[in-house]
């Protein structure tokens, strides 16, 4: 979006309770924005206070707003393995460059139930070698569990990071049949 209509975007929010702990959902008129683990007060907060500087724009509590309530429905639908696929507009305008192009590609090329190390990530973009790059991508993330950065794992076999948490990863992998379940 260019900056000159920034003064006319809203941003509306709202927080959902989950078994991974409550999500902030955030969108735009152009699509759902961001997703922000571990949403009590604090958190919350500082996320709603980081997209007003971002945006330009103080983001108004709307959880009937109807993008909100059809990423709601979505969430919850994933979390309790409803659905494998998300079906939202999304609106990249808190990722731009080299982040963006990874979390497209993650996004339509990694489906549900698969994992992508994140070397292999960096060659699909044409950037082999970028590992470490890919992995600030996915910590980068604006829109975690939509756009699945838990799916993005170390050569290895190890887990690797993630922004919401190593439980909360092994909960995502899990409930999509890449992992056991957690014993915790």
């Known amino acids: 979006m260019s900056s000159d209509g920034q003064y006319e975007q809203q941003v509306v929010w709202t927080v959902v309770g989950t078994d991974i702990g409550p999500l902030l959902l955030a969108a735009t008129r152009d699509g759902l924005v961001n997703v922000v683990f571990h949403a009590a007060d604090a958190v919350r907060d500082r996320a709603l206070d980081r997209l007003a500087a971002r945006l330009g724009t103080e983001p108004v509590e709307a959880p009937g707003s109807p993008l909100l309530a059809e990423a709601i429905r979505q969430v919850e639908d994933y979390l309790t393995g409803a659905r494998h696929d998300f079906d939202l507009p999304l609106d990249w305008s808190l990722i731009s460059g080299f982040n963006r192009q990874v979390l ?75 992992l056991p379940e957690p014993l915790f």
């Open 104 to 178: 497209r590609e993650l996004a339509l090329g990694v489906p549900y139930g698969t994992v992508v190390g994140y070397g292999d990530l960096a060659d699909r973009v044409g950037q082999p070698g970028a590992a470490q790059a890919v992995g600030a991508a996915m910590g980068a993330n604006p829109l975690p569990v939509v756009v699945p950065c838990h799916r993005v794992v170390e050569r290895d076999g190890g887990i690797g990071g993630f922004g919401g948490g190593l439980e909360t990863k092994r909960k995502l992998l899990a409930l999509e049949g890449v």
